[in-house]
């Protein structure tokens, strides 16, 4: 990192911001064309969970490349009298990692369950069973083990 | 794209949705790696205008591989009674290109005017002067060409 005043080091922070975050970017890469899409997602005991088509690109090139990158990012643009001084605050994580594509259906359940609780509540991901989980034929679950993480963000002085 | 009735087929609404975003994400790749940092940029006749520090991993990965994607996303999460019926309402263009770093002053100069344009309005952006992009020894500018570009939408049913 090149402004390393702008480094989140506090693990608990960085956590807070993927736990905080809606949409996440999926970066995969296949013969050196990066490939990038945004996705829904949780973060859930060191990993991060995504739902998405069994088919198509991403789980292509996943399937033949494991090494991914997930960020996500928030922010507003300050403005400043002069354009030059104009700038982002905005706080962001980058991560990077191995992604395994999994169709087991309990591994299934628990992700779309823990997915669910993110996304609506607790008491209707309850609602989600083994059974309804065993019907998304389409379905699959990428789970994504950290290698490295980096949080960095940018608070303007006012 | 597996769900072929989200595709975006009409340019100018992938173009208008590139013109709007205030937040892309640039995705690199180094020996299999890919690495997705958030950037403010410029569409610009066909283009992606980036700017950013002059040395860093996304230069040196470019430097490398020229290989990029380019990545916009927005939307809301639209709750149903069912959980397993939640869907996202969005937007979304995905760029595959080539890039090229730029440290040329006079494309620095026509680079940066047009991100000040955007980011904070016509008249401030004139009052940037060449000699003052001369003196931004650090700046770089990263210039896509667009060799591929894919426009997504869902707007769920009510």
Redesign the interface.
């Known amino acids: 990192?090149?402004?390393s005043e702008r480094e989140i080091k506090d693990l608990k922070e960085i956590e807070q911001i993927l736990k905080d975050a809606?949409?996440g970017?999926l970066?995969?890469?296949c013969e050196?064309?990066?490939?990038?899409?945004?996705v829904?997602f949780v973060y859930h005991e060191g990993k991060i969970l995504i739902h998405g088509?069994r088919?198509?690109k991403k789980i292509d090139n996943i399937a033949s490349?494991s090494?991914?990158?997930?960020?996500v990012?928030g922010?507003v643009?300050v403005?400043r009298d002069?354009?030059?001084d104009?700038t982002?605050k905005?706080s962001?994580v980058?991560v990077?990692g191995e992604a395994k594509i999994t169709t087991d259906p309990d591994e299934m359940f628990m992700a779309l369950k823990l997915l669910?609780e993110k996304?609506?509540s607790k008491e209707?991901?309850e609602?989600?069973t083994r059974e309804?989980v065993a019907r998304f034929k389409n379905l699959a679950v990428i789970e994504i083990s950290i290698r490295d993480m980096t949080g960095k963000r940018n608070i303007p002085r006012s």
């Open positions: 990192m090149i402004r809606s949409v970017r970066g995969t890469s050196g064309q990066p490939y990038v899409i945004p829904n088509a088919k198509g490349n090494k991914v990158c997930f960020e990012d922010g643009l403005a002069k354009p030059c104009y982002m905005y962001s980058v990077l669910m996304y609506s209707l991901s609602q989600l309804s």
